[in-house]
Each structure stands twice: as structure tokens, then as C-alpha cells.
């Protein structure tokens, strides 16, 4: 397969991640030129812009490391029970391709994602190694942020953390409960590990600031309540720097389960722009 056949098919993906509250998603940023002059479609639907703490707006390659994944997220379109063609890039020819797109300056950073294979370790491991040559190989500087896997071990998490800006685990859902509305096959303590050991470990990283964050969906399950709580727990904990929220807009991906705005259990309604509006209370 084609690198920009795997950069279109990979890229759509991560675009279901937030890096920052005020950040255009891919859909929104579609047909919009980018600072360079080209668009979006142009370059493969895997550039999206950054908003930086300071407003200024960047480009970044936003992408899957593989499509193929064992988990079965309702929201998700790379969940397990859908049948499409599945991608993946090798860390060397992922690690290449940012760097000749870093270098002709159509991106400032790379965000990495990645679907679930097995457990989780792989799809780290994976991850880690793209990053390593990125850094390492190619002498890269740009901004790179990291997901951490479910199950991912604490060397990965270390290593993670050693050669990343941000990495970040989404959370989804801020309940076993409401998680499992979205996803039959998370779990959240397998996804809370991963966190809190980045947590943990960003104390001793004292050459620079390595930001830990997180995301929920909201919408479709779990309470307002339920969400705050969470969150707070999360800040007082310091678990995370930061709990970002994207509320589920696109198409639903497993026919006949709950929109992600359907009915909440128990008649609570979740509205994201209430919560979100509270975080900042
Ligand atoms: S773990 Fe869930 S959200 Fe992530 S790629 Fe797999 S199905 Fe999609």
C-alpha cells in the first residue's frame, strides 16, 4: 500500500482525539487552507491545526500507527466488528514521512495514535519505536504527543514520557458504567494504569515539562455529576495536567447501540458545554 494511500487511511482516525480544548478538528478544518497555502485534502485528510497555549495555530500530522484494533468502541470507526480494510505503518516509514513533511514545513508536530492490538503492549511498543527514530534518527524537534495504551508497561511509559511533549490516555468515560455504553471491551482501571504511572514518573523529568491529559466523550452515558467528580478527582490526585472533552458529533458506528446522544441511564442528561463551562468554575 502507497504511503498516501496508509497517510489518508491512518490519518482520519486520530482525528477523533482533541490536543487542546480550542483545537479545529479534522472535520472542522476540511477544505480550509492550511498556513502553507494548501489544504487539508490536499496533503491527506491527516493535517489538522493545533491551537498553542500562545493562539497561534499549527499544523500537525495527526495519525493512526494502525488501524486494526481488538477493542469494539461503539464511537469508534476502526472498531473491531466493523469490516474495512485495515492499515498500518512500520515506526521506520511513519518516522520518515513526518520528518520529510516536518522538514518541507507542512507540519510543526506529530500526534500518535494507534489502535489496540492484543493487550495493548504491542501498539505501545510500536509507538515508542516510531517515536525513537523520530527523535533520535532524524534529529526531529517538533512537538510530539504520545498515546499511552492500555496494559502499556512502565519502561514504554517511561519511554514515553522521555521523548514526548504530552502524552495522554482517553479516558472516555468517567464511569465502569458509562464506559461500558461506549465500549463492551474497556476497561477503565486497564486505562486509569497507564496515567497514573505517567503521573507518577513526571515528577522525576527534569530536563523539561512532559503534560499528561486526558479526554472524555460526553454524551451518551454517565451524569454530569459523574463527570465532575471524575475530573476532580483527577486534579486532585494530579493524574492529569489537564481533562480535555469532545462531544461526539459524528456518525454512530455500531448500528442499533445508543446515538452518543441518546438517553443517559437513569434520565440524566449530559450536556458537554455545561460541564465543560464548570471545569473553569
Ligand atoms: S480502542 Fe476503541 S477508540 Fe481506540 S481505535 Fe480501538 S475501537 Fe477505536
Known amino acids: ?31 480550509k487552507p492550511l498556513p502553507n497555502g494548501r489544504t487539508p485534502a490536499e496533503l491527506g485528510r491527516s493535517i489538522s491545526m493545533l491551537t498553542r497555549s500562545d493562539g497561534k495555530k499549527v499544523p500537525i500530522l495527526k495519525v493512526l500507527q494502525t488501524s486494526a484494533c481488538a477493542k469494539d468502541c461503539y464511537y469508534c470507526p ?16 511513519l518516522a520518515r514521512a513526518t520528518d520529510q513533511l516536518y522538514r518541507a ?15 495493548g503492549e504491542y501498539s505501545q511498543e510500536r509507538i515508542v519505536a516510531t517515536a525513537e527514530i523520530l527523535r533520535r534518527q532524524y534529529e526531529f524537534r517538533g512537538y510530539l504527543h504520545l498515546k499511552l495504551m492500555p496494559n502499556a508497561s512502565a519502561a514504554a511509559v517511561e519511554r514515553s514520557m ?16 458509562a464506559l461500558d455504553r461506549r465500549s463492551g471491551t474497556k476497561d477503565l482501571v486497564s486505562l486509569l494504569n497507564p496515567l497514573r504511572l505517567a503521573a507518577s514518573l513526571a515528577p522525576r523529568r527534569h ?25 476532580d478527582e483527577l486534579y486532585r490526585r494530579r493524574v492529569v495536567a489537564r481533562v480535555l472533552q469532545r462531544v461526539f458529533t459524528c456518525a454512530q458506528y455500531a448500528p442499533g447501540r445508543p ?5 443517559a441511564p437513569g434520565g440524566a442528561s449530559v450536556s458537554g458545554g455545561l460541564s465543560h463551562a464548570a471545569l473553569w468554575l
Open 1 to 31: 500500500m502507497e504511503l498516501q494511500q496508509k497517510l489518508d487511511l491512518l490519518g482520519a482516525g486520530a482525528g477523533f482525539d482533541v490536543d487542546e480544548a480550542a483545537q479545529v478538528s479534522l472535520c472542522a478544518t476540511a477544505g
Open 78 to 93: 476502526f472498531r473491531a466488528g466493523r469490516d474495512f480494510r485495515r492499515a498500518a505503518f512500520t515506526p521506520e516509514e
Open 162 to 177: 522521555q521523548l514526548a511533549d504530552r502524552v495522554s490516555v482517553n479516558l472516555e468515560a468517567p464511569t465502569p458504567a
Open 207 to 231: 530536563r523539561r515539562r512532559v503534560s499528561h491529559v486526558t479526554q472524555f466523550v460526553v454524551g451518551g452515558g454517565g451524569t454530569d455529576r459523574d463527570l465532575l467528580r471524575r475530573t
Open 105 to 119: 514545513g507542512r507540519i510543526q508536530g506529530l500526534f500518535l495514535s494507534s489502535g489496540i492490538v492484543g493487550k
Open 259 to 263: 446515538g452518543p446522544h441518546g438517553p
